[in-house]
């Protein structure tokens, strides 16, 4: 096994091994299915969105020029001859001085370029209406393609689909689409003391709070989580679990391992399999320094910190990363956006390292604060807390009360 040992490595190097993985096989899916899906290539319009001119509002449809100089004072008087029905093409064309009823989203009839909003206007009987305010050319109109044009590249490939993209391919009659298949993430948790979380713990032993968390936090980024129970501190037991893992899953996170003979057990397993390479043994992140990051056969082992927050952490920092790089996502600016707030009070912190400080946000004076919640790794109870994480940066000492920080979601 080629081996990358005792070398810690910065959150943007452990990125940077990301490119040695390639990316997930695409596959073909009905939009139903599509929501948080990836798209594995772009989207064309093929017609104009949307193809005909029609209406943005109830009201009228005239020629712009009969209203100008209209008001409730001195309302332009125009003749009503026909009426727009939803879904039909108006067999009529529309003159000089003429008006049509038209309902929103209708089709504007020939010779109209413009829609009078229903309240601005009254009817003074069947064949005659009185408008009380001037429009504009195009006013309360979409023309054909002013959404999108035919030929038009309207989604990237890599992008995340969200509700509206996906009222997008509907609207152009998209029904099937090529997405990334959905990485599959196997997950094993290590150590002797570790139970499953249905059985009594005796005293000593603790329940499996990892296996539960990770797989939650798998579904959330668009994963689809194997969980394969727990494996003793074992060489042959902890193989054959890595080895469903490897037969199962594109990521396995193995998660334990805080003592130095548990991760070197761990480097033992990995190494034993053809191929593997340790890519990172370290990150100088706090918490997760004791990070691993070994390819198989173009699989990803991770193992994980045992301590939970730890091991939560590190998803968010760089399995979560990782798992859009195998999806060949591409984000937006908004999306997993940190949120700015002020810090409450002073943080210190080590050079050398990028610390995430577990924080709470409240309202204060009409602007966020971020509260630092302190606690051992070992305690969940600093994440239920938690409404996100703040980075220091390697090369700070900390931060001040009062700064403005960024709140990264988890």
Avoid at 70 to 86: C, F, K, R
Avoid at 107 to 127: C, F, H, K, N, W
Avoid at 262 to 291: C, M, Q, Y
Wanted: glycine share 10%; proline share 5%.
């Amino acid at each position: 096994m080629k081996t990358g040992f005792f070398k810690v490595k910065t959150r943007e190097e452990v990125w940077d091994e990301f490119q040695r993985f390639p990316l997930l096989p695409s596959e073909e899916i009905h939009i139903r299915q599509a929501l948080s899906r990836v798209l594995a290539e772009p989207i064309v319009a093929n017609e104009d969105l949307p193809a005909f001119i029609r209406s943005t509002v109830d009201g009228y449809a005239v020629r712009a020029k009969d209203t100008f100089g209209a008001s409730e004072s001195l309302p332009s008087l125009l003749e009503i001859t026909g009426e727009v029905g939803m879904g039909e093409t108006p067999a009529f064309e529309l003159r000089n001085g003429k008006a049509a009823r038209i309902p929103t989203g209708g089709m504007i009839p020939t010779g109209a370029d413009s829609v009078v909003m229903v309240e601005y206007t009254e009817e003074l009987d069947q064949r005659s209406v009185a408008v009380s305010r001037s429009v504009a050319p195009l006013e309360n109109v979409v023309r054909p393609g002013d959404d999108f044009r035919a030929g038009q590249e309207v989604l990237q490939a890599g992008k995340r689909l969200r509700a509206q993209e996906i009222g997008l391919l509907a609207g152009l009659g998209q029904q099937s689409i090529r997405v990334r298949q959905k990485p599959k993430v196997a997950i094993i948790s290590t150590g002797d003391e570790i139970v499953p979380m249905e059985q009594e713990p005796r005293p000593g032993d603790l329940r499996d709070i990892n296996s539960h968390s990770l797989a939650a936090m798998v579904v959330n980024w668009g994963g689809e989580p194997v969980q394969l129970g727990l494996a003793p501190d074992q060489f042959q037991a902890m193989k054959e679990k890595c080895q469903e893992a490897l037969n199962q899953a594109d990521i396995c996170l193995i998660s334990g391992g805080s003592s130095v003979g548990t991760r070197d057990l761990t480097l033992e397993v990995l190494g034993s399999f053809n191929d593997s390479a340790v890519l990172v043994h370290g990150v100088a992140i706090s918490p997760g320094k004791p990070t691993l990051l070994v390819q198989t056969s173009e699989k990803a082992f991770w193992g994980l910190p045992g301590h939970v927050a730890s091991a939560m952490v590190v998803f968010q920092v760089l399995v979560r990363p990782f798992m859009s790089h195998l999806s060949g996502t591409t984000l937006s600016l908004g999306e997993g956006r940190p949120v700015q707030a002020r810090l409450s009070r002073n943080v210190a912190s080590k050079q050398g390292r990028d610390d995430f400080i577990r924080v709470k946000l409240r309202e204060k004076d009409g602007n966020l604060e971020a509260d630092p919640i302190f606690g051992e790794s070992a305690l969940i109870s600093t994440l239920v807390h938690a409404d996100g994480l703040v980075r220091i940066h390697r090369h700070a000492e900390g931060l001040y009360a009062g700064e403005v920080v960024e709140v990264i979601g988890i």
